[in-house]
């Protein structure tokens, strides 16, 4: 069986790479691990896969999708369509189906965005102010922190205080002005800030197709007790798979930028602590 599934991933190979050119990579033959870039809609997305052993007759490949404009729920709603197009053909090459899927998804999302531009531009036309122009502009101010590289891959964390969900969206808007930033394989993020008014955290996390990034970055923003801030980790993947250090540099580059900006502080320092946890 394992022959088989080998020579079924060879021919699959031989296919993906005569399909999209240039646009299919093998990211390392060893690991059984490619790509694809996909453009379309003025959007780019990357898929990478990497082809188990057992694949394509008893398990799906695994993969990571590196789209910076797609986000929460838009981005759950697409890894359910992959799912299900492996659920409806179990035992079939399926690579070529996702990155079609996902082209799709891209134009259908483009779509979208053209009309949402349209009438919020009608929008502002008709109810902007000067204070709305004001607040549009406030964007918290943004700390990067030292890079880590191992392996040919990099590691860049992004800090700024953040007071609400508005700031939260400025600050990645500001960040993906930035086309390093914005062409970074992931994008991994953790905020905690405490709303005017409330006495309960508000806090989030995403992955950004590196899966349970952003989950580790958020509990260790809750271990350390710092709230009122946010931390984004870019990654650039350099071709060699990390494995499990990739999570360990993840967190290096959280603590290392908090504590740069002042949000760690001697724990018998409480009263340190309590000023500078907000900054």
């Known amino acids: ?42 959007l780019s997305s990357l898929l990478q896969v990497t082809m188990p052993t057992d694949y394509p007759a008893e398990a799906p490949p695994t993969y990571s999708l590196s789209a910076p404009w797609l986000k929460g729920l838009r981005r759950q709603e697409l890894c359910g369509h992959l799912e299900n197009i ?15 899927r996902i ?9 979208e965005e053209e009309v949402q531009e349209s009438q919020a531009q009608e929008v502002i036309a008709i109810q902007d102010t ?10 918290p101010e943004i700390f990067s922190g ?21 700031q939260v969206g400025q600050v990645l808007k500001k960040l993906y002005e930035n086309k390093k930033v ?14 005017d008014g409330s006495t309960h955290i508000t806090q989030d996390c995403e992955d950004d197709g590196e899966d349970h990034a952003g989950g580790r970055m958020l509990h260790l923003l809750q271990i350390l007790d710092v709230s009122n801030v946010m931390v984004v980790v870019s990654r650039w993947f350099g071709g060699i798979l990390l494995g499990p250090d990739r999570f360990k540099h993840i967190n290096n580059a959280t603590r290392q ?23």
């Open 1 to 42: 069986m394992a022959d088989e599934n080998l020579a079924r991933q060879n021919d699959e190979i031989e296919a993906l790479a005569s399909i999209y050119g240039t646009d299919f990579h093998t990211e390392s033959a060893e690991h059984r691990t490619y790509s694809v870039e996909i453009n379309e809609a003025q």
């Open 86 to 100: 492996y659920l409806e053909n179990t035992g079939e090459s399926i690579v070529y189906l996702w990155v079609e």
């Open 103 to 111: 082209r799709q998804f891209m134009v259908e999302f483009g779509e």
């Open 130 to 139: 000067p204070k709305e122009l004001a607040q549009e502009m406030d964007c």
């Open 146 to 166: 030292e890079i880590i590289s191992d392996r040919k891959s990099v590691f860049q964390p992004h800090l700024a205080a953040v007071h609400s969900q508005a």
């Open 182 to 195: 914005a062409n970074a394989t992931h994008n991994m993020y953790a905020y905690r800030f405490l709303p």
């Open 257 to 279: 930028i908090l504590d740069s900006c002042g949000y760690i502080v001697p724990r018998q320092d409480s009263t340190s602590k309590k000023k500078k946890k907000g900054k």
